[in-house]
């Protein structure tokens, strides 16, 4: 397959940046913590029993107001559900509650005031079905002051609202809420960041050592007289795409279009479009790997290193040919049944190979293309994600692979220029930029983990402390200018002429 392809569809969905939208609406500077009315904002679990058999579990949001919610499932009662009368508890019910639940409609009146009707109507607690799809920050207005409210008051969207409602017509239903706390850090924290340092290592060094093993050839090259091809890229082999100042720029312009096309079309058919789109890089990511791996054994080189002539692909070997079917399985596969419980695994080993064939054959030449992705949003539609295995809430820890692709573009880069000037482990830019890397991406867990889950967009950490990194130690050893234009280290040319051998003044390798 063409050696660009990949890079020219993990670009393409990079683009697609998601608007990362909250499941909770309302924004705290209107309604301030007053007395009364100072609750953080949780989710609550409303688990059900109907007839005494445990049935769905839906997911709400506590109240500003009201007594904290329990955070042990074994602490928590077990209480009778009753649905109000009138629906929108506005007024007293017209039924006597005795402890019970109360189920009720948004309706038009204040939400402590609904709560204070029911715990005056002798109610427990309260859930409220809010007539939207999402939830709602339930508040105190600025002026209230009687808000001495002893029961707890939860929020359900409109959906679990009725679903829960419709329970109540099969029988006896109780209900369960508590609001478990979330682990400070979760294992796949640690997993997801192991991943994204290690993709970026394995696929540095496989790029600065494609690199390294063209500069041997071009040297073999002159040393025996001959004349470089016109194809021949030094500093790397055939297939390669350097990005260049204008195609960095066009990058930032064709995002910025495609992030407006996919709030505008955002609907299932655009989801599974770009479904398809990372199935074939997934499937060029996978096969370039797969061939790479398997071409160090003597038992495969040979197939290998013979070629055949595929029409619109060209030369391809046997067995990329061999391999690219099981590729094509496996990503159909994923794409199938991707929404199971573990396909995970696959979405992450087909998102892993396509990023690391995508930092080894896209290059940039110098840092001065490196400096900027000018674009505010890094979240992508391609994500690698590992369960939250110890959360009581579940979900996913993530990572966009903008976050790991565009910082990776610079980190190998660092260490193609380490190689090419034979720079120790510590007196080169690879080890502190992966260093940086690491650190920024730690600096994102830490903010995610301050700022209550809500979302952090990585790059806002990660390109600072990569770009200034590089930057403060060009400076310090008087090579930034060469990192900035050239990108490559300063050489003298022995073989175009001998008396180079004794000449002083570094020249650009021919």
Not at 279 to 305: D, H, N, W, Y
Not at 334 to 341: D, N
Request: proline share 5%; charged share 20%.
């Amino acid at each position: 397959m063409a050696r660009s392809l990949p890079a020219v569809l993990l670009l393409l969905a990079a683009l697609a940046g998601m608007a990362a939208a909250g499941d909770i609406v309302h924004q705290d500077d209107e309604a301030p913590k007053i007395p009364g009315c100072a609750n953080d904002f949780v989710l609550v679990k409303v688990q059900t029993w109907v007839n005494k058999r445990e049935k769905d579990e839906f997911v709400g949001v506590g109240a500003r107001f009201g007594p904290k919610i329990e955070s042990k499932e074994k602490h928590a009662n077990r209480t009778k559900l009753l649905l109000a009368e009138p629906s929108d508890c506005c007024t007293p019910p017209t039924e006597k509650v005795s402890g019970d639940i109360l189920l009720v409609e948004r309706g038009l009146c204040k939400f402590t005031k609904k709560a204070k009707v029911a715990e005056s109507a002798g109610a427990s607690a309260i859930i409220i079905i809010n007539d939207k799809h999402e939830l709602y920050k339930m508040v105190c207005e600025r002026n209230e002051t009687d808000l001495d409210i002893g029961i707890p008051a939860v929020l359900l969207p409109k959906d679990a609202g009725s679903k829960l409602r419709n329970l109540l017509s099969s029988g006896e239903v109780l209900v369960q809420l508590y609001s478990p706390d979330r682990p400070l850090v979760d294992t796949a924290e640690v997993f997801l960041w192991l991943m994204a340092v290690g993709t970026i290592l394995c696929a540095s060094y496989w790029s600065a050592w494609s690199a390294r093993e063209a500069d041997i050839e071009q040297e073999k090259l002159l040393k025996d007289g001959h004349e470089i091809p016109p194809n021949f890229e030094a500093g790397g082999s055939s297939g390669m795409v350097d990005i260049n100042m204008a195609s960095a720029i066009l990058f930032v312009v064709i995002a910025s279009c495609f992030l407006i096309m996919l709030y505008r079309l955002m609907s299932h058919w655009f989801v599974e479009l770009l479904v398809v789109i990372f199935c074939i890089g997934g499937v060029e990511g996978l096969q370039t790997c797969l061939v790479a791996l398997l071409s160090m054994s003597r038992r495969f080189k040979p197939a290998a290193e013979s070629f055949v002539k595929v029409p619109f692909f060209g030369a391809v070997s046997y067995l990329t040919l061999a391999v690219c079917p099981f590729c094509i399985v496996f990503a159909v596969l994923w794409g199938v049944y991707r929404r199971l419980p573990y396909a995970w695994i696959g979405q992450d080993i087909l998102g892993i190979t396509l990023i690391v064939t995508v930092i080894q054959i896209v290059r940039i030449p110098n840092l001065k293309v490196a400096r900027g992705d000018k674009t505010d949003e890094d979240g992508v539609p391609m994500l690698l994600k590992i369960p939250r295995m110890f959360d009581p809430w579940g979900g996913y820890s993530i990572i966009g692979f903008g976050d790991i692709l565009l910082p990776g573009l610079l980190i190998a880069f660092a260490l193609r220029y380490d190689w090419a000037a034979k720079k120790t482990l510590q007196s080169g830019y690879f080890l502190w930029s992966m260093v940086a890397y690491g650190s920024g991406l730690l600096i994102t867990y830490v903010a995610l983990n301050l700022m209550d889950g809500h979302g952090q967009p990585a790059l806002l950490y990660i390109v600072p402390f990569t770009i200034c990194t590089f930057l403060a130690l060009g400076m310090k050893r008087g090579e930034l200018r060469n990192l900035w234009t050239r990108g490559q280290p300063e050489r003298v040319c022995t073989h175009t002429h001998p008396s180079l051998k004794d000449s002083a003044d570094p020249v650009r390798s021919s």
